[in-house]
């Protein structure tokens, strides 16, 4: 399953590989991973769950 997120060097949305879930200091949900295209690191925040 492909996760896409913004990749702040291609300045567009690619597709997140190496995904890990982590949580963030405030308990949030958050993706980790690194872009498909050029390998930069990413983050993505999960909405938190309710
Ligand atoms: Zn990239």
Redesign the pocket.
Request: one cysteine or more.
């Given at each position: 399953m492909a996760e896409m997120a913004y990749?702040v060097?291609?300045r567009t949305k690619?597709e997140m590989v190496n995904v890990q879930q982590v949580t963030m200091k405030n308990g949030r949900p958050a993706l980790k991973g690194k872009?498909s295209?050029?390998?930069?690191a990413m983050f993505k925040i999960l909405p938190a769950k309710k």
């Open positions: 990749c060097k291609c690619t872009c295209k050029c390998g930069t």
